[in-house]
């Protein structure tokens, strides 16, 4: 049995098909990439999974039990975490108190209390490298340290599903090695991760599987390196006739 | 000593004071030379602050905690003050039975038109809870058992000590209730509503539920006051009750004295109130008055956002430096 399992999913908006039939599986420990062009559906198949967007057709699976359609606080609680391309802060508060909220609300069973939940997050912002900055209000923090926060906010919660948003997305490289390393870390502690992301480095790098999404559809799904090299993917990037070209 | 703890003693030292100075009696007190509280006027005075004191404290649980800025919160108000109207005069029940229905009744109503309309946002939640407060008076306004145009007359109970001790309570409270809502998981659920709603929902606070609690806990304080008010006012019509003038009045008081805070709404209260009392002298002065509280609202809201409390309390000094820096930071 897998840890997250979406079948058929189709999500439209108005004429636009956002997700036309997307079916993967994630099991525990895995680590998935999904790529595509723009306007491909990635972020509107996380929506999906974490409950923001209420899917048209298909099924969300968790462990056991279909997830489709709850409410997205329900789904936080079983344990999928997620962070969002556009970075949401809570602006008026410290790094420290924004990934405290993760763990506040955000943990299954017990509840903690906001000083318990103040100290969760201290452990937390280690994990990130926010450890030095976590008196800092959000509003100084730079891009990078944003996208860390995201990430912070919700591994406090201790999920055991974490989907990633493009948290790489206008880092310079050596900022990408950087959050390349925490990303390792986070899925050495456990957590199964589902990321979007167009940096190909980072799908090779620590990618067991991806997927290609185009226009709402699954294009190519298998190991990271087969996949860059696929026509079909560098159709879609490129345009048939840059693929043509590269043919031998 | 700092600023904000000088504050603390004033203000510590000015509650004390009002609540000590109508103990003694009025004789006593006039002969000490305390001015305040010996005479009717500034009796009313006191005891319209302290219901003020509630409406804006009430309204910063869902406008400044929450940040669903509500328009429609005299709804509630008047509904206390019928549920008060009706329990005393149709009933012929004591007053105490009427403060204690006044808030389940206004936050029954709270959830009844919390769960379709906190689904807005912005301007759309303003403006349909602006129609919420101005539908239920005119609804009530035309109901003949509640006295429809002719309003309801309550047996009238002579003690200007009672009212004032009753709204001082509340206000109390209401303040007391919003500092126990800043130290728990629940008013961190509505800081980050109000901060960001798809990012609270996603880390999993049940935003539906807190809003909708958040809208319940200013109805059932606002009712109290509405309460208090008709059995005080001893006459309620849609006028008095519904007043959207106190909505607003309500909203400047939260956003001058700084939303979000325990004290804000405690310092916009107080000194709007006054100032309101004293430029309303009547006729031109009231034009006057009107006119005064546009600019002060205006210059509010674009140079101390965070308002007075933060002005005079926060981190940093009275400076040219400190509405620079607000301006950088509110501005979009």
Known sequence: ?248 | MSVRRVAYVVAGLALAFVVLAPLTSIDAAQQAGLPLLTDKLWFRIATTVAMFVVMASGWNIIGGLTGYASFGNVAFFGLGAYTAGVVVTNLNLPFAIALVLAPIVAATFAVIVGIPLLRLRGHYFAVATLGVGVAVGEVINNIEPLGAATGLFLPIIRSDVLFFYLMLGTAILAVLTTWVILRTRFGYGLLAIRENEEAAAVIGVNTTFYKVAAFCIAAALTGIAGAIFAQWNSFINQDNAFAISDNVQMILMAVIGGTGTVLGPVAGAISLELIIQRLAGGGSGSVFSQIGLGVLLAVCVIFIPRGVIDFFGGRSKLSLRYFRQTLRETSA
């Open chain 1, 1 to 248: 049995m897998s840890l997250l399992a979406v079948r058929d999913l189709s999500k439209r908006f108005g004429g636009v098909n956002a997700l036309a039939g997307v079916t993967f599986e994630v099991e525990q420990g895995d680590v998935l990439g999904i790529i595509g062009p723009n306007g491909a559906g990635k972020t509107t198949l996380l929506n999906c999974i974490s409950g923001l967007y209420r899917p048209d057709t298909g099924d969300i699976r968790w462990e056991t039990t279909s997830i489709r359609g709850l409410a997205p606080y329900r789904i936080a609680r079983l344990g999928i975490g997620r962070t969002f391309q556009i970075v949401r802060p809570f602006p008026s508060m410290t790094v420290r108190e924004n990934t405290a909220m993760g763990a506040l609300f955000g943990r299954p069973g017990a509840r903690l209390q906001p000083g318990a939940a103040l100290n969760e997050a201290d452990t937390v912002l280690d994990v990130v490298g926010l450890g030095e900055k976590r008196q800092y209000p959000v509003l100084r923090l730079t891009v990078p340290d944003r996208k860390r926060l995201e990430v912070a906010r919700a591994l406090a919660m201790r999920p055991r599903l974490l989907l990633l948003d493009e948290v790489m997305a206008g880092l310079n490289q050596v900022e990408i090695e950087q959050a390349l390393e925490m990303v390792r870390r986070v899925r050495d502690s456990g957590v199964t991760i589902v990321l979007i992301e167009h940096v190909m480095k980072v799908i090779v790098g620590v990618c067991r599987r991806a997927l290609v999404l185009n226009f709402g559809r699954t294009l190519v799904e298998g190991p990271p390196a087969e996949v860059l090299k696929d026509r079909r993917v560098i159709e879609a990037y490129l345009g048939q006739r840059y693929a043509r070209d590269q043919e031998p």
